[in-house]
Each structure stands twice: as structure tokens, then as C-alpha cells.
């Protein structure tokens, strides 16, 4: 019963994450999205200072450039110091054109960056044992609130990649893999089978009190498009723009009825020489001498005022 207290008051502390990426549109837009889903949230752009910010934030996880021009997040496994429950994680975003470097210490995840989120989330709730069903939960009311997920800045992501399976290395996570779509019943097997270990939080019960892992990915599948909202992904297909012009299915068949209703052009405009007749009638409305007398005024008044 205690157990079970300590676990949901667990669940419910707010994560405190530290963002230490270059990319600058990578880092506001994983700052957004951690924090609308009730993370403590501080991202940096380099390394100056560094050790300061752990000591001021204590972070729960940090999420790192993985080698940089101002970040070398491979190295930051040996130089972070972790805590009785291996606190602070450690997770590192690598560029697909990025040469492979030995990391140093212990890292927990790589992702490939730009992020997916979905992807993200999967991960942080592996890292920070936390209850991937509560975090569901939150994405819902989120939404329903009129939050808008979609809100969170424009972020260019690559293709998602269906069939890419989330490897989660390190000591306190080997074996640990999590799939988005096509589960095997495996993994699902794996994750249950490590629940009493204290050193496997990616286990069974941080899925859910029955650790029904299908549940949680059923439901965490529902809020695809959510998640996909949030990182929309940018291309450079025709059909895509035309689908993200017309996004609503009616638009192009009310466009159509526009341009019927609209009265048809005049084929002929106005002629050239009655419009200069009746621009010189306009013109001879006007009294030259009242004009003339008024001009030589003011420049007397002009002369006046420069006069010694």
C-alpha cells in the first residue's frame, strides 16, 4: 500500500529537464512542448556555464546536442554526477550526417535530431520512470482545454519512420526497447518480465498500475495526429501543399462558387481621350488668377522671414 502512495506521488512531482541543444529552433520548440506537457523546462545554447545550471536547476534528465561546434554531448556522461537513483539521464540528439564518436560514461538514449516527438516522449517516460498512462492523460486535457499543442513553434522534422524501433542503451537500460507501431509481443514480454528490477525503470509499471503495455501504446497511437501537430512536418511535395492550402475539404468547391458569383469583366475600359477632356473640364473649374495671387503671397512671406 505504501509503496503504491509513494509511486503515484512519484508520478505526479514535476520533472525538472535541462536542454543544452545549438539548434536554437530545436531547443524553443522542445522547450514548448515539455513544458504544455508539465516538465520544468531550461534550455542553453552551449556548454559556458554549465556545471552552474545542473547545481541551480538539479534536473531530472538532460537532453544534449550529441557533438556540436559549443556542445559535445558525448563527452557529458563523464563529466555529469549522478545521484543514489542515477539522476540526472542523459539523452542525446544526433544529426543523421553526424560521424559516430565514442561517447564517454553513461548515456542513456540517442535520438536522431530534428526530433520526432513521439519518439521524445516514449523516451523521457522510459528515462524518468514516469507513468507513460498519466502523461497520456495529460496530452488529453491539454487538448481538450484548448491548450493547442499545435501552437508550439514551426519545427522542420524529417520523414517518421514507422518500422524504427527506440533502442535505449546504458547499464540501467539494456534490453529496453520501445516501438511505437507493430509492437511484437516480445518487447511486451521483455517489459514485464523486468518490472521488479530497480535498475530497469523503462519497466511494466511505469505503462500503468497492470503494466498492459498494449493499452498504453493503443492509446498513446489515438493521439497520433496530436503529436504529429505538434511537429509538423514540412515538405516539398505539391500534394502536401494543396492539402495544407485546402484544409478544409469544402474550401476548393466554395472557392469555385466565388469566382461564378463575381460579375464578369468589362471588356472595354474607359477611353483615353474623354478621359483627358474630362480631366481638362475638372482643371478649367479652377481660378488661375486666385491661385497665382495666393502663390505670390507665400512666397513673399518666405522672403520675409530670411530678410536681415
Same mark, same amino acid.
Given at each position: 500500500m505504501?509503496?503504491?502512495?509513494l509511486?503515484?506521488? &512519484?508520478n505526479?512531482?514535476?520533472?525538472?529537464v535541462l536542454?543544452v541543444?545549438? =539548434?536554437f529552433?530545436?531547443?524553443m /520548440?522542445?522547450?514548448?512542448?515539455l513544458?504544455?506537457?508539465?516538465?520544468?523546462?531550461?534550455?542553453v545554447?552551449? !556548454?559556458?556555464g554549465l556545471s552552474t545550471?545542473?547545481?541551480q536547476? +538539479?534536473?531530472?534528465l538532460i537532453?544534449a546536442? /550529441?557533438?556540436?561546434?559549443?556542445?559535445?554531448?558525448?563527452?557529458l556522461g563523464?563529466?555529469i554526477?549522478?545521484n543514489?537513483?542515477g *539522476?540526472?539521464g542523459?539523452?542525446? $540528439?544526433r544529426?543523421?550526417?553526424?560521424?559516430?564518436?565514442?561517447t564517454?560514461?553513461?548515456v542513456d538514449?540517442?535520438?536522431?535530431?530534428?526530433?520526432?516527438?513521439?519518439e521524445?516522449?516514449?523516451m523521457?517516460?522510459?528515462?524518468?520512470?514516469?507513468n507513460i498512462?498519466?502523461?497520456?492523460? @495529460?496530452? @488529453?486535457?491539454?487538448?481538450?482545454s484548448g491548450?493547442?499543442l499545435g501552437?508550439?513553434?514551426i519545427?522542420v522534422?524529417?520523414?517518421?519512420r514507422?518500422? *524504427?524501433?527506440?533502442?535505449?542503451?546504458?547499464?540501467?537500460f539494456?534490453?529496453?526497447?520501445?516501438?511505437?507501431?507493430?509492437? %511484437?509481443? &516480445?518487447?511486451s514480454?521483455?517489459?514485464a518480465? !523486468?518490472?521488479?528490477?530497480?535498475s530497469?525503470?523503462a519497466s +511494466?509499471q +511505469?505503462?500503468?498500475?497492470?503494466? %498492459?503495455?498494449? !493499452?498504453?501504446? #493503443?492509446?498513446?497511437e &489515438?493521439?497520433?495526429?496530436?503529436l504529429e501537430s505538434m511537429?509538423?512536418?514540412v515538405?516539398?511535395n505539391? =500534394?502536401f501543399?494543396?492539402?495544407?492550402k485546402? +484544409?478544409? *475539404? #469544402?474550401?476548393?468547391v466554395?472557392y &469555385?462558387?466565388f469566382l461564378?458569383s463575381m460579375?464578369?469583366?468589362?471588356?472595354?475600359?474607359? %477611353?483615353?481621350? $474623354?478621359?483627358?477632356? !474630362?480631366v481638362e473640364?475638372?482643371?478649367?473649374? *479652377?481660378?488661375r488668377?486666385?491661385?497665382?495671387?495666393? %502663390? =505670390?503671397?507665400r512666397?513673399?512671406f518666405?522672403?520675409?522671414l530670411f530678410?536681415?
Amino acid at each position: 500500500m505504501l509503496t503504491t502512495v509513494l509511486s503515484k506521488l &512519484d508520478n505526479r512531482r514535476m520533472r525538472r529537464v535541462l536542454l543544452v541543444i545549438e =539548434d536554437f529552433s530545436e531547443a524553443m /520548440y522542445l522547450e514548448t512542448l515539455l513544458k504544455k506537457l508539465g516538465f520544468d523546462c531550461l534550455a542553453v545554447r552551449n !556548454e559556458l556555464g554549465l556545471s552552474t545550471q545542473i547545481l541551480q536547476l +538539479s534536473p531530472h534528465l538532460i537532453i544534449a546536442t /550529441y557533438n556540436g561546434r559549443k556542445v559535445k554531448g558525448f563527452s557529458l556522461g563523464s563529466r555529469i554526477r549522478r545521484n543514489a537513483a542515477g *539522476e540526472p539521464g542523459l539523452i542525446l $540528439l544526433r544529426k543523421g550526417n553526424e560521424p559516430q564518436v565514442p561517447t564517454s560514461g553513461q548515456v542513456d538514449g540517442l535520438l536522431n535530431s530534428p526530433v520526432n516527438a513521439r519518439e521524445l516522449i516514449a523516451m523521457v517516460c522510459s528515462v524518468c520512470s514516469i507513468n507513460i498512462m498519466q502523461l497520456i492523460e @495529460k496530452i @488529453k486535457r491539454v487538448q481538450t482545454s484548448g491548450g493547442g499543442l499545435g501552437q508550439a513553434p514551426i519545427h522542420v522534422s524529417g520523414k517518421s519512420r514507422e518500422s *524504427e524501433r527506440i533502442a535505449v542503451s546504458g547499464n540501467r537500460f539494456a534490453q529496453a526497447q520501445v516501438k511505437l507501431r507493430g509492437q %511484437d509481443q &516480445d518487447t511486451s514480454n521483455n517489459h514485464a518480465s !523486468e518490472a521488479g528490477s530497480k535498475s530497469e525503470p523503462a519497466s +511494466s509499471q +511505469s505503462l500503468g498500475e497492470g503494466g %498492459d503495455f498494449d !493499452e498504453a501504446r #493503443n492509446q498513446f497511437e &489515438d493521439l497520433l495526429g496530436i503529436l504529429e501537430s505538434m511537429s509538423p512536418t514540412v515538405e516539398k511535395n505539391s =500534394d502536401f501543399r494543396r492539402q495544407a492550402k485546402w +484544409s478544409h *475539404e #469544402n474550401a476548393p468547391v466554395n472557392y &469555385d462558387r466565388f469566382l461564378e458569383s463575381m460579375p464578369p469583366a468589362r471588356s472595354n475600359g474607359i %477611353d483615353g481621350k $474623354l478621359a483627358k477632356l !474630362e480631366v481638362e473640364e475638372f482643371r478649367g473649374l *479652377e481660378n488661375r488668377e486666385e491661385i497665382k495671387e495666393v %502663390d =505670390d503671397e507665400r512666397k513673399e512671406f518666405v522672403r520675409a522671414l530670411f530678410k536681415k
